[in-house]
């Protein structure tokens, strides 16, 4: 008979405190990697590196072994450590405070604050989560508001479904992500940050973000100077957050940027720990990571988290390893164009390339039917757009190109709104004025 998640949890704790407190030594250093002697720990247990005779002491965790020697990566700048400092082990995982008092918060990968507040005070919880049962997650029924017309229009997303936004840099992630976080898609937002310059941090929380976005958010950010081992946690720590707020019963928004920079960090981890490099270098272990992380968003028999996952793909390249292997374990994905960029047409969503698989389950059907017969409409102009523009098409020789040229300034009206954002019912108006029924 199985015992409930918290009984099982508060066993664990009893065996960790009382296995004896292990101790080592730093071997040697490879790169990243620091190889300890003596060690006596377990992967995931978290250490203590005590440099400069115990004056500096660096967070690290156990991530492999090589023969006698324990592998640690350290959870910050290793500059300093030396062979022969001490590394201690108490036998305990990696753990953040989670709660309400989150809220309003910009955290480093630590749960540090990083916003100049005091340290958030609350529970604290491993981020080594699991994702709830197949058979205990309600069914993704009810549609979620975005606020931007495109994707409420045309790829209805549901409260608990995972959605990816594939695209190249500079052409309106971290503002689509800001325009979806002020909206009303969830009670509460986590957004994970991850490898973003520093100066991108401030101006998204405070442009972005905004006031109004951040009184209902917890930020998790990891710049990309941090070590590869933060920017590895920093996803799980923005996972653990989120799960929180599940449990107690609210719906919850995680947005993540970028699992790229993510994946550059698996692969920095891997490398180190001694994994052969596989396609384009990355690991075994990202491919395996991936889908653990992916599912532990969604719904539970609690509450709700609806997850947006940002692909900064290389070159444009929707298929590149990452994006591809993403896509298979989401719910659907948002293609960013950069030819619309170019055009100024903001948010760059294609929604010809774009898929949402539950809209047939949570969009209303007269809404799908109208957004399919403009689908259609766009559909045909993109096939013509070279003989409209050269001049070489002559009105009357194609009625469902007439209509498509008719309607086209009003369906870019409906897709194009810049950062406005927008209700559901305004959005499923548009839709049927643009689709003439």
């Known amino acids: 008979m199985s015992l409930p998640a918290g009984v099982q949890q508060a066993l664990a704790s009893a065996r960790a405190l009382n296995r004896p407190r292990a101790e080592g030594s730093v071997r040697s250093i490879r790169g990243i990697a620091i190889e300890v002697a003596g060690l006596h720990a377990a992967i995931g247990d978290t250490c203590t590196i005590e440099a400069e005779g115990g004056a500096l002491r660096l967070p690290a965790e156990v991530v492999g072994f090589q023969g006698d020697l324990a592998v640690v990566l350290a959870l910050g700048d290793q500059h300093r450590v030396a062979p022969w400092d001490r590394v201690v082990c108490d036998h305990q995982p990696f753990v953040v405070p989670v709660g309400p008092a989150l809220l309003g918060r910009v955290v480093d990968a630590l749960g540090r604050p990083l916003d100049g507040g005091p340290p958030p005070n609350g529970p604290r919880r491993a981020v080594t989560g699991a994702p709830p049962s197949p058979l205990q997650r309600a069914p993704i029924v009810q549609p979620v508001a975005t606020g931007v017309s495109a994707i409420d229009g045309f790829l209805t997303c549901g409260k608990g479904q995972r959605l990816g936004i594939f695209a190249g840099s500079g052409v309106g992630k971290s503002t689509l992500m800001g325009s979806i976080a002020r909206g009303g898609a969830g009670q509460v937002n986590v957004i994970a940050l991850i490898g973003e310059r520093g100066r991108e941090v401030g101006e998204f929380v405070a442009e972005a973000l905004g006031p109004e976005g951040l009184a209902k958010s917890v930020v998790v950010a990891c710049t990309s100077d941090e070590a590869p081992m933060l920017r590895l946690k920093a996803p799980l720590v923005a996972v653990t957050i989120a799960e929180a707020f599940r449990d107690q019963g609210a719906d919850v928004l995680f947005m993540m940027d970028s699992v790229t920079r993510y994946a550059m960090a698996v692969r920095e981890v ?94 209303p059907a007269d809404g799908q039917k109208r957004a399919r017969a403009v689908r259609e409409l766009l559909a045909h102009y993109e096939e013509n757009r070279d003989l409209v523009t050269v ?47």
């Open 391 to 437: 001049g070489a098409y002559k009105k009357g020789a194609d009625a469902l190109l007439d209509r498509a040229l008719a309607r086209l300034p009003q369906i870019e009206g409906l897709l194009y709104h810049g950062t406005e954002t927008r209700t559901f019912a305004e959005t499923q108006r548009l839709l049927q004025q643009v689709a003439g029924s």
């Open 270 to 363: 891997g490398l180190a720990a001694g994994e052969p490099p596989t396609l384009r270098g990355y690991p075994p272990s990202l491919f395996a990571s991936l889908p653990r992380l992916v599912e532990r968003l969604g719904n539970s028999d609690r509450g709700t988290i609806t997850g947006l996952f940002t692909v900064l793909v290389d070159g444009d390249d929707m298929n590149e390893p990452v994006a591809d292997a993403l896509r298979g374990y989401l719910d659907g994905h948002i293609v960013l164009s950069r030819r619309l960029a170019e055009r100024g047409r903001f948010p760059a969503i294609d929604v010809l390339a774009s898929i949402s698989r539950l809209m047939p389950k949570v969009a």
